[in-house]
């Protein structure tokens, strides 16, 4: 039984600051590659940052330097620090997993997924 369930998001103005939780159990969050996705209404849902059981991470280029991804192995947990939030932040954030040394970006090979948690952002 595998679950990741995400949390911590909410609505706030530009500017603000939030960080979001993925609580995985089933597997071991050390040993996958961990990634956070985002679906605004009417568009594809795209990568925003993956962090590989090596320690790399990647980012969306409309996020570098304003969030930070990072993982607490020991409480099997994922977080994502999204600060100076925009508008263009707003959306479903999905928390997913990948059995890879590749930890890239584009979610098709993605294979467990949580819920989601929803950050709306106002101008």
């Known amino acids: 039984q595998v679950q990741l369930v995400e949390s911590g998001g909410g609505s706030l103005q530009a500017g603000g600051s939030l960080r979001l939780s993925c609580s995985v159990s089933?597997?071991?969050?050390?040993?996958?590659?961990m990634g956070w996705f985002r679906q605004a209404p009417g568009k594809e849902r795209e990568g925003v940052a993956t962090?590989?059981?090596?320690?790399?991470?990647s980012y969306s280029d409309s996020v570098k330097g304003r969030f930070t991804i990072s993982r607490d192995n020991a409480a099997n947990t994922l977080y994502l620090e999204m600060n100076s939030l925009k508008p263009e932040a707003s959306g479903m954030y999905y928390c997913?997993?990948?059995?890879?040394?590749?930890?890239?970006?584009?979610?098709?090979?993605?294979?467990?997924w949580g819920q989601g948690t929803q950050v709306t952002v106002s101008s």
């Open positions: 089933g597997l071991t969050v050390r040993n996958f590659c």
């Open positions: 997913a997993t990948r059995a890879s040394v590749w930890c890239p970006l584009e979610e098709s090979e993605f294979g467990y």
């Open positions: 962090s590989s059981r090596t320690g790399t991470t």
